[in-house]
Each structure stands twice: as structure tokens, then as C-alpha cells.
């Protein structure tokens, strides 16, 4: 007997058909004519409305909706992606099959800058604010970072900088952190324990595109909700997500 169709998922039906309707009808539109002619509630045309216009599929100019550039890029096959667009559903897949705090850093001389974020939604979170610039020891995506550089690097950054203790537990004299770098090297897996946050826990992996060493995916998590199951869940979402951008 063969398997049954599966179902339609209504919320991305409602998704495509907003996109075909507004494009179709290749003038300005309201959301109560979209709602009106689609039988969408205004709640949920609200939401989805919302989503296209900051993935850029839609535009919006006051009240008024029309077709974003977004779609144009989706078919031009010699746009070139950004990192931070070959990264952002990365990092939105694994908040949400995590629910924590996912972002995506870069590095920026001696200190790691985040060029994409997602907010968990649970009450108890951590934010990371967009630009925020952090040196390379304090966030567990800058210490993935220093240990995938070659050996005079990490001893350049060593010499050069004079590293603040965030916390009691911060990481800061050289001999601890070229221990801590030979850790990183051997699994891949970079975190810091409360050390630039009291109460969170960071797990950070460095990312490669081509081969060439572009940032780290980092995942903070607060204490109260870290555990061993946990950690190794966020530890192989993280290999998966590193293999996919590398892919």
C-alpha cells in the first residue's frame, strides 16, 4: 500500500500563498486585502506579514505591501551570498532546536564581533546585541576562533593583549589558556563556564567555508538549565551546523 500524502503545513501554505498574491497582483496591497482574499486571520497575517518583510521578500511601505528583493536574489544565479546570509538560518535552525541564545561571531583583530544573533524564547535568557565586540578569550566563539589559528598567531595574541578577568572564572594567564587551546584542538568544542557571564554557560565551535577559517557558531545557555544532555546535544547540533556552512 502506499505511504499517504502528507499533509500541507498550514502556516507555510498561508506563506506561499501571501508571496503568489501580492507578486500576482504586481501593485501595492493592504494587509485587509490580503487577509480578505485569502481567509487568513488578521493574527496570523500580522506575524507571517512580518517574517517576509524582514527576510526581504516583502516590502513594505507604510501600509502597503509589493514584492521584495529577496525573491529576485533567490533566483539570480550569480548573486553571491554574504556570510552573514549563508550563516543566518544556521543559527536560526539551532535556536530553534534548542531554544537558547545561537549566534554567529567574527573576528575582527583580537576580538570576536557578532554578525548574527537569535534570542531564546525562554523567560531566563541571554541577549546578544549585533556589533557587540568581545576579545577572543571572553566568549566561547572567541576561543574556538583562537585555537583554529596557527601556533605564532595564538602567541602573537598572547603577547600582544592584556586580558580581563569578566569574572572570577575568566581564563586570562597564557599558560592556562595554551592549555585550554590544546582542549579545543582535540574536540573541536570551545566553552567558557561562567567566564565573561555569571550564571551562563558558553559552547562555541569555529566555522570553515572553503576551507578558509570565517568565524564560530556559539550557543549560551544559562547554568540553572545546563547539563550533561545538554551539552552533548548542543555539541553535535554545532558539528552538524559547522559541516553544513563548510558544505
Same mark, same amino acid.
Given at each position: 500500500?502506499?505511504?499517504?500524502?502528507?499533509?500541507?503545513?498550514?502556516?507555510?501554505?498561508?506563506?506561499?500563498?501571501?508571496?503568489?498574491?501580492? +507578486?500576482?497582483?504586481?501593485?501595492?496591497?493592504?494587509?485587509?486585502?490580503?487577509?480578505?482574499?485569502?481567509?487568513?486571520?488578521?493574527?496570523?497575517?500580522?506575524?507571517?506579514?512580518?517574517?517576509?518583510?524582514?527576510?526581504?521578500?516583502?516590502?513594505?511601505?507604510?501600509?502597503?505591501?509589493?514584492?521584495?528583493?529577496?525573491?529576485?536574489?533567490?533566483?539570480?544565479?550569480?548573486?553571491? %551570498?554574504?556570510?552573514?546570509?549563508?550563516?543566518?538560518?544556521?543559527?536560526?535552525?539551532?535556536? +530553534?532546536?534548542?531554544?537558547?541564545?545561537?549566534?554567529?561571531?567574527?573576528?575582527?583583530?583580537?576580538?570576536?564581533?557578532?554578525?548574527?544573533?537569535?534570542?531564546?524564547?525562554?523567560?531566563?535568557?541571554?541577549?546578544?546585541?549585533?556589533?557587540?565586540?568581545?576579545?577572543?578569550?571572553? %566568549?566561547?566563539?572567541?576561543?574556538?576562533?583562537?585555537?583554529?589559528?596557527?601556533?605564532?598567531?595564538?602567541?602573537?595574541?598572547?603577547?600582544?593583549?592584556?586580558?580581563?578577568?569578566?569574572?572570577?572564572?575568566?581564563?586570562?594567564?597564557?599558560?592556562?589558556?595554551?592549555?585550554?587551546?590544546?582542549?579545543?584542538?582535540?574536540?573541536?568544542?570551545?566553552?567558557?563556564?561562567?567566564?565573561?557571564?555569571?550564571?551562563?554557560?558558553?559552547?562555541?565551535?569555529?566555522?570553515?567555508?572553503?576551507?578558509?577559517?570565517?568565524?564560530? %557558531?556559539?550557543?549560551?545557555?544559562?547554568?540553572?538549565?545546563?547539563?550533561?544532555?545538554?551539552?552533548?546535544?548542543?555539541?553535535?547540533?554545532?558539528?552538524?551546523?559547522?559541516?553544513?556552512?563548510?558544505?
Amino acid at each position: 500500500m502506499a505511504d499517504a500524502t502528507p499533509a500541507p503545513v498550514k502556516s507555510a501554505t498561508r506563506t506561499l500563498d501571501i508571496i503568489e498574491y501580492v +507578486v500576482a497582483r504586481d501593485r501595492p496591497v493592504v494587509a485587509q486585502e490580503i487577509a480578505a482574499a485569502l481567509a487568513i486571520p488578521v493574527s496570523s497575517l500580522s506575524y507571517l506579514l512580518n517574517t517576509l518583510v524582514e527576510r526581504d521578500y516583502l516590502a513594505r511601505s507604510g501600509r502597503r505591501y509589493t514584492a521584495g528583493p529577496g525573491l529576485a536574489r533567490l533566483q539570480s544565479r550569480t548573486h553571491a %551570498f554574504s556570510l552573514a546570509e549563508r550563516a543566518a538560518p544556521l543559527v536560526r535552525s539551532l535556536r +530553534v532546536q534548542l531554544d537558547e541564545t545561537v549566534s554567529f561571531f567574527v573576528r575582527h583583530g583580537w576580538e570576536v564581533e557578532a554578525l548574527v544573533t537569535e534570542t531564546s524564547e525562554q523567560a531566563l535568557r541571554y541577549a546578544v546585541q549585533i556589533g557587540t565586540r568581545t576579545p577572543l578569550h571572553g %566568549f566561547s566563539a572567541g576561543k574556538a576562533i583562537l585555537a583554529a589559528l596557527p601556533d605564532e598567531e595564538v602567541e602573537a595574541f598572547l603577547a600582544e593583549t592584556e586580558r580581563a578577568a569578566f569574572t572570577p572564572t575568566t581564563i586570562v594567564s597564557a599558560a592556562a589558556l595554551r592549555k585550554e587551546i590544546a582542549a579545543i584542538r582535540r574536540d573541536g568544542i570551545a566553552r567558557t563556564r561562567e567566564e565573561h557571564t555569571p550564571g551562563i554557560q558558553g559552547i562555541g565551535r569555529a566555522a570553515f567555508l572553503d576551507g578558509v577559517l570565517v568565524g564560530a %557558531f556559539s550557543i549560551a545557555i544559562p547554568t540553572v538549565r545546563f547539563d550533561a544532555a545538554v551539552e552533548q546535544r548542543a555539541v553535535e547540533l554545532l558539528g552538524k551546523t559547522c559541516a553544513l556552512l563548510a558544505g
